[in-house]
């Protein structure tokens, strides 16, 4: 039971992991899924961008630079529908500005559902069905701390339910799954400088954010130990001018898990370098994040028949994105990026594209995954984005909803 469990668990990226000598996997995957069509488009890349709705995943940082006095957005993504249809992702959003004294309080809630599950033991035999869930909700304040930097805090609680508190006998025993719950918080940093050129004023950016740094999930009461998808993000963007009208944003940004991964040179078996899941579960969370670091114990690359060292494989956790945006009068948006991970690290390489149409009311953007790695399940991964002005409705209201 435990480990059928477990795999529905990771399936979300083990899926997608399935060649990889050495993946990171974590507790509530869910959390690493881009949740909104702006970012999406332009390869999974948001810390360093101009400021949105949705910055509250990416960088909540960037909440401090926005013109607005507040907004909500609401985003919804099928996962992974080439292979099953009743996995999905929601996404809430928002965002109030106190003022640039008192600074700006912002939230969201992440739920995710896994469909209708078939539970079997370890004999194969199914006995009952499950929807399991994972969901998360979050508050963050940010603040200028000078005229072009920002900074954020945020709180996040994560509640993993994936078997509906289902009881299963295994070996005659009885083995009974809870829900696992935990807290982390987020640290992030922003910079946005204008820059005059003849042509109008262009931007550069430049975004950091460490993220889901918390404790680790259990399901079986403390037995297994799972840690959370805490990460470090890091981003540059420049947004240049042509017009008055027509403008170009570019963006380059880093991704690194601060997760150990179950193969480590640490490891007590020093042929293998596999960590027994004692080992594993007896990590903490923050010797977890700096083992991430350092952990790596090299393997031999069957592809490109050579040897590939520790420092060399710790790069390779390292995934990448660069993306693009072009803005005709802050209004119509068309967007293409990429994204790319090694593939022995979990081989999730795709090509986005996107587009969105924003008025000072409400916005809409969209978003479709186009995978260049084979037999990749995200490939025609769709993201959708709806977002409200709260200041443009408020204008509306008191002008007699006259356009």
């Known amino acids: 039971m435990k480990k059928i469990l477990f795999s529905i668990l990771t399936f979300s ?3 997608i992991s399935a060649l990889a000598t050495n993946p990171v996997t974590t507790a509530m995957p869910s959390l690493s899924i881009a949740p909104d069509g702006r970012a999406a488009g332009m390869g999974d890349a948001g810390v360093a961008t101009n400021p949105d709705l949705n910055s509250q995943h990416w960088n909540p940082a960037k909440y401090a630079f926005m013109e607005s006095k507040g ?5 919804y993504t099928p996962w992974l529908t080439k292979l099953v249809s009743d996995i999905d992702l929601a996404y809430l959003a928002g965002y109030y500005n106190m003022g640039d004294m008192a600074g700006t309080i912002s939230g969201s809630f992440t739920y995710f559902s896994m ?17 399991p869930n994972e969901w998360a909700i979050d508050l963050a304040y940010s603040r200028k701390l000078h005229e ?6 945020a709180m996040r609680f994560l509640y993993s339910d994936l078997n509906n508190g289902v009881n299963a006998s295994v070996n005659n025993a009885s083995e009974e799954m809870h829900p696992a719950w935990t807290m982390a918080a ?4 922003y910079y946005k400088q204008p820059i005059s050129l003849p042509m109008g ?3 550069f950016g430049l975004g950091f954010n460490l993220s889901n740094l918390g404790g680790k999930m259990t399901y079986d009461e403390g037995t297994t130990q799972n840690f959370i998808p805490a990460n470090m993000r890091l981003g540059v963007s420049y947004e240049l001018p042509f017009d008055n009208y027509n403008r170009l944003m570019a963006t380059v940004e880093c991704n690194k898990m601060l997760v150990p991964t179950s193969m480590s040179k640490y490891a007590a078996d020093q042929t293998s370098h596999k960590m027994s899941q004692e080992e594993y579960s ?41 993306g693009m945006e072009y803005s005709y009068n802050r209004q119509f948006f068309a967007r293409a990026g990429y994204s790319h991970e090694n593939y022995w690290k979990g ?10 149409f924003h008025l000072s009311i409400f916005s809409l953007d969209f978003a479709y995954c186009i995978a260049t790695a084979p037999s990749n399940p995200l490939d025609q991964t769709m993201r959708f984005t709806l977002g409200f002005d709260l200041a443009g409705i408020k204008d509306l209201v008191n002008n007699g909803w006259s356009w």
């Open 13 to 15: 990226f083990a899926a």
């Open 71 to 75: 907004g909500l957005t609401a985003n």
């Open 115 to 131: 469909g209708e599950v078939q539970l079997v033991d370890y004999s194969g035999t199914a006995f009952q069905e499950a929807h």
């Open 148 to 153: 072009y930097v920002s900074m954020a805090v």
């Open 186 to 189: 987020d640290v992030a940093l």
């Open 201 to 203: 004023e262009s931007y």
């Open 282 to 322: 007896s990590l903490s969370s923050p010797w977890g994040w700096i083992h991430s670091f350092c952990d790596a114990p090299g393997y031999f690359d069957d592809v490109k028949n050579k040897e590939v060292s520790p420092l060399a494989e710790e790069f390779q956790e390292v995934q990448w994105s660069v």
């Open 347 to 356: 081989n999730r390489r795709y090509v986005t594209v996107g587009a969105g």
